[in-house]
């Protein structure tokens, strides 16, 4: 008897459990509960911005054709020194075109901020630089003496560079005042790029594969490898003293050379600027350009590009 009653009583419990949960379940519509650590995650998960950038740039018929990417359904605004130079729709792919008339006499410095449609401003940290050579002839000035000078303006149908910049990284030439990069058979040298801590970037391209070699003054400074693409470059990390060099770039297949492309390369002297991210200086010749840009941050940015081997 004790048996039957200890086996009812243990039935009875297990119908209650049973359907204690099978109101639970009915209230909870089925659905697993979600992990408190899923929702923590979910609500911190970034939501990627696309910046404005430019990925084109060509000049024709006294006006900048503008090309390049940022959030679709956007506005993309360019602007110089806070005036404001035009604007284009982002298309649903995140590309936009544009087209700004020029002076040729004037330098421009373009920058761009992409508004969002829920009125979200993002400032690109890109600047497009166009700048006319200037009219003065600083050939003649003797070498003691610095020639970095601030652009004036300058007179039609000049040479004229086109860089576009970027704090901390490369800058990339759309147009360079001599035409062409130096070449020599497969391998091209592009500009370099240094800063006031002493570091230099050296990039080009080489139609054939293998190893390339820099030199300075001689003395061999680095290796880099060509990439599947063509590229290549190498970064140096500790100081290069201020003064010229003859910087050789040296095509390299195994321990032979193929072939090699000289520049002179000269670090630009510093020059100081009393307003913070306010000063654009250049200094040029017949062989070689420099660009200094001031930073926000303080310091200075420098891009060195040269012409094409005689």
């Excluded at 070498?143 to 910049?165: E, H, K, Q, R």
Aim: aromatic content about 8%.
């Amino acid at each position: 008897m004790k048996f039957r009653i200890f086996a009812m009583l243990i039935t009875g419990a297990a119908l209650a459990m049973a359907l204690l949960l099978a109101i639970q379940i009915s209230q909870r519509g089925g659905a697993e509960p979600t992990p408190a650590s899923e929702i923590e995650q979910s609500a911190e998960k970034p939501i990627a911005i696309r910046p404005p950038s430019f990925t084109a740039v060509t000049e024709m018929q006294g006006s900048l054709r503008l090309s390049g990417l940022s959030e679709p359904q956007a506005t993309v605004v360019l602007s110089q020194g806070g005036t404001r130079l035009g604007e284009a729709s982002v298309s649903a792919d995140g590309s936009w075109v544009s087209a700004l008339p020029i002076d040729p006499r004037e330098t421009q410095a373009i920058t761009l901020i992409m508004l969002l449609q829920d009125g979200t401003r993002v400032r690109s940290d890109e600047t497009l630089f166009r700048i006319p050579q200037v009219e003065e002839d600083i050939a003649a000035t003797p070498s003691t003496v610095d020639t970095a000078i601030v652009i004036p303006s300058a007179p039609f149908d000049v040479p004229t560079l086109i860089l576009l910049t970027t704090p901390g990284g490369p800058s990339q030439v759309f147009k360079s005042p001599f035409g062409a990069m130096p070449m020599s058979g497969p391998l091209s040298l592009g500009p370099i790029d240094y800063d006031d801590s002493g570091g230099a970037v050296f990039r080009g391209r080489s139609e054939k594969p293998g190893r390339i070699r820099l030199y300075a003054n001689g003395v061999v400074i680095g290796d880099a490898p060509v990439q599947s693409d063509g590229q290549w470059f190498y970064i140096i990390a500790e100081t290069l003293p201020r003064g010229s060099y003859d910087v050789v770039v040296a095509l390299m297949e195994g321990t032979e050379e193929v072939t090699r492309i000289t520049v002179p390369f000269e670090k630009m002297s510093f020059v100081r600027n009393e307003i913070p991210g306010g000063g654009l200086y250049v200094a040029f010749d017949d062989s070689r350009w420099q660009v200094r840009r001031d930073l926000l941050g303080g310091g200075a940015q420098y891009t060195a590009l040269f012409a094409p081997l005689p």
